[in-house]
């Protein structure tokens, strides 16, 4: 914990590493609204430039997780978009220190973030990522409506900041 | 409207309607994906038959987001294009969520005999359970559809009780998944000859009207 209290002050200090998280937050929720409404936003995209029917996909997307699979669901994905932020942010911060990527263990928040994308449920019933993965009845099939993939995707990514503030801590602090 | 025998008594396969002919799909940049399909002649519809525009909604009525769509879009659409003489609307019950959806989706056909359909429709939205949470069993539908006004309950029930439509739902979830119905409600939007744009999923009502005012 005191390695990661320490890193996250290192990086966190900087505002550009705050502001750099915040937007990929957002971006990380917009991604995962998108892949599981894309052929939606195709079809929008396609009637001609309308940036209000756009946003209106978008919330109405929002608005359906919590619809369908409740508050501790969109609380979870939310979590996932935030620790996402973060960890990238990390990542940058600890790209500009070592000029590396920091290998196995950073790939690892790969797949805390993909499970968020897994977790997010679409506006219809059966067409989630998950189903891709052949799951045919989309999120409706899981006892736990997603929580399955958002739930390990938290522990994933707070794992993965730990070995990226161990990282961090021992090489130095952050610079852009 | 078709009786209903029609469909089931030649119901296979190669004769659900569909076709690589009749299944055109047309790609091309900026342009709206189209698929091009005959409405299997069993639903009735609501609206003007006189309609230049069909909307052709697979459902499930396990669904939470066709609920949605029944409780938030629906009304709407009925408002301003159904019930104006616009568009034409077309629910096709298919079995996507679990078991119980292919006894629902029995249980409009029934309905249907006694000229019942779209009050079946708005009776089992009005009062849908969770997924496969047990309240589409047949005991169960058999009640939900006791509050249909004018049913012959005796009727309905027996029908429901024989099974006969089974095989009625499940082409038509066939004919859904050749139509590249991936998750309900996926709405088709247009005709034969310009072809449907589909939308999947409870979108809000912009996309709909937008789609309909292009294709008028």
């Not at chain 1, 029917?53 to 619809?67: H, K, Q, R």
């Amino acid at each position: 914990m005191l390695v990661m209290k320490s890193a996250f002050q290192r990086v966190f200090k900087n505002p550009r590493y705050v502001i750099l998280s915040i937007l990929i937050s957002f971006f990380m929720f917009f991604v995962f609204i998108l892949a599981n409404n894309f052929s939606t936003f195709v079809t929008v995209l396609s009637l001609g430039p309308s940036p209000k029917l756009l946003v209106d996909v978008i919330t109405n997307g929002s608005a359906n997780i919590l619809y369908a699979a409740g508050p501790a669901l969109f609380a979870s994905i939310i979590v996932v978009c935030i620790l996402s932020g973060i960890t990238i942010s990390m990542i940058v911060c600890q790209l500009q220190v070592t000029r590396s990527f920091g290998g196995k263990k950073n790939l690892a928040s790969v797949g805390g973030i993909l499970g968020g994308g897994f977790a997010s449920a679409c506006s219809a019933c059966s067409a989630t990522l998950a189903s891709i993965m052949g799951a045919a009845g989309g999120l409706a099939i899981f006892p736990l409506k997603g929580l399955e993939f958002s739930l390990p995707s938290i522990g994933i990514l707070v794992v993965s900041m730990y070995f990226i503030s161990k990282g961090l801590t021992e090489s130095g602090k952050c610079k852009i | 409207m078709f009786p209903p025998s029609n469909f089931t008594g030649s119901a296979t396969t190669s004769n659900v309607v569909i076709s690589p002919q009749q299944l055109q799909q047309a790609q091309q940049p900026l342009q709206p994906q189209t698929i091009k399909f005959q409405i299997p002649p069993l639903a009735p519809s609501r609206g003007a038959d006189s309609a230049q525009i069909n909307i052709v909604e697979f459902g499930d009525f396990q669904c939470p987001f066709c609920e949605k769509f029944f409780q938030e879009t629906e009304p709407q659409l009925m408002k301003d294009y159904i019930n104006t003489g616009k568009v034409k609307f077309y629910f096709e019950g298919i079995e996507f969520v679990g078991p119980d959806s292919l006894t629902l989706g029995q249980g409009s056909w029934c309905a249907n005999e006694q000229g019942k359909y779209y009050e079946y429709h708005d009776q089992i939205y009005s009062n849908q359970g969770r997924e496969n949470s047990g309240w589409g069993t047949p005991d169960k539908v058999k009640v939900l559809a006791s509050g249909i006004s004018g049913l012959d309950t005796k009727k309905f029930n027996s029908c429901l009780d024989s099974k006969k439509y089974e095989s009625q739902v499940q082409e038509l979830t066939l004919f859904a998944q050749k139509a590249g119905v991936t998750g309900t409600p996926t709405n088709f939007i247009g005709n034969y000859q310009k072809g449907y744009i589909p939308v999947v999923g409870a979108q809000p009502y912009d996309v709909y009207k937008q789609i309909i005012d292009k294709m008028s």
